[in-house]
Structure formats: C-alpha cells, structure tokens
C-alpha cells in the first residue's frame, strides 16, 4: 500500500506547521495539483524528506519561467512583469511533471499544467491549446505501454476534466479534452486542484469510467493498493 499526500490551492495551516511530520511523516510521496508557492512545496518536501512531484495552475506562477523560459516576457514601461527573464526561481527539491511522465518506483504519473482559460492571466488555456499540449504527451505515454503495459497510473492536473453532472461553475473550470484523455488513456487515478471544497463532508472523489478522481484541494491522503 503506498500512501500519497495530495496538496492544492490552500497552504494549510496542519500541513505548514511543526507537527508535519509528526502527522504526516509515513507518506511515500507527495504530489501538489498547482496554485502552491513554491517556498511551500519546498517546506512540505523538506520536511517529509519524501519525493515530491507538482504542477503548476493560474497562481503563484514567480517560478513558471524557470521551466517553462518560453513564456518570459519582457516588461512593458510601467508595468510589472513577474514573468520577465531572470525571475525564475525554482523547487530545491520537487520534480517539475508538467506535460511529462515519470516512473516513480513501480507507479507512472504524468502531469498537465494551466488552467482554463477566464481571463488573460498567464498559464491559461483554451481547449485547443490544451488539446493540443496534450497531444505532444501521445508518444511517451505509447512508449511507457511498450515498456510497462500500461500508459499511466496517477495523471496530475491542476483543472479538473469535464464530467456529465457536475455543477456549472465546475464546468467553467473544467477541460473536455482531459475526460477524452482519460477515457483513451485509463489511469487509474486522476489528481486535480482548482474546485475549492467549503464543506469538510463534501466527497472528493468520483469516478469516471476506469478512472478514480480526486479533489486534493488543501490536502488529502490517497492509499494506492
């Protein structure tokens, strides 16, 4: 049984705290499903001295460029620009998995960065453009089936996929290509961030064909058999 602290869009106080390991210190590894600083993702990963592997969303995005130095900027006279070159700090320790895939011991996870498109805020997208970042993902998920017999395990995104019967204001958040990835791609889980959960009682998770869902909004456990 591997144990997954999943994390997301809230720096929770029982995760930033001196009792982190103390509570959390049995997990195998964490993952963080974007809108996190990365001076937090560094505390959790340091703290638990466990591997931890993230994605970013539509905020806290002062390290995007690092990994991604194609959407730097130069600053506009006046304006502040967080994406210029030079401002590109990055995790100590976590592994970047935005449109990659990764083997960690016997689990493939892969990861899709941004969010859906609302504003002209930077690492949004259409779904054209991100159908089509998910279609450069095509060749290493055949070559993990060669390999591996399967595609992937645990895909990371930080939208979640576009599901029949969730309410409207997901749907705004929420990406029909990712439901179309899944379906083809079958993971058995699929990790998103961006739907923020006010009521503790609230399930997080819901399943979509052969594919488990989960809300890591703020922190969640996932046991993986």
Known sequence: MKKILCISDQIDPVIYSKDIKEKYGDVDFIISAGDLPIDYLDFVQTSLNKPLYFVFGSHHLKALTHYHPEMAENTKDGEVNIFKKGNTKKSNQ?????????????????????????????NQFTEKQMKRK??????????????????????????????????????????????????????????HGQVHIYDPQQCRSTRHGETEIINA?????LEVP
């Not at 645990?154 to 939208?159: A, D, E, G, Q």
């Not at 969730?166 to 993971?187: H, M, V």
């Not at 909004?217 to 456990?221: A, D, T």
């Open 94 to 122: 976590g592994t970047y998995i935005g449109f990659k895939s990764f083997k960690h011991e016997n689990m493939i996870i892969a990861g899709v960065s941004g969010a859906k498109k609302q504003n002209d805020g930077k």
């Open 217 to 221: 909004y703020s922190r969640h456990i």
């Open 134 to 191: 998910l279609s450069k993902m095509i060749p290493a998920l055949f070559l993990n089936k060669l390999k591996y017999g399967r595609y992937l395990d645990i895909l990371v995104t930080h939208s979640p996929p576009l599901i029949e019967g969730e309410n409207e204001e997901n749907k705004q958040e929420a990406f029909e290509c990712f439901t179309k990835f899944i379906r083809f791609f079958k993971p058995k889980y699929l990790i």
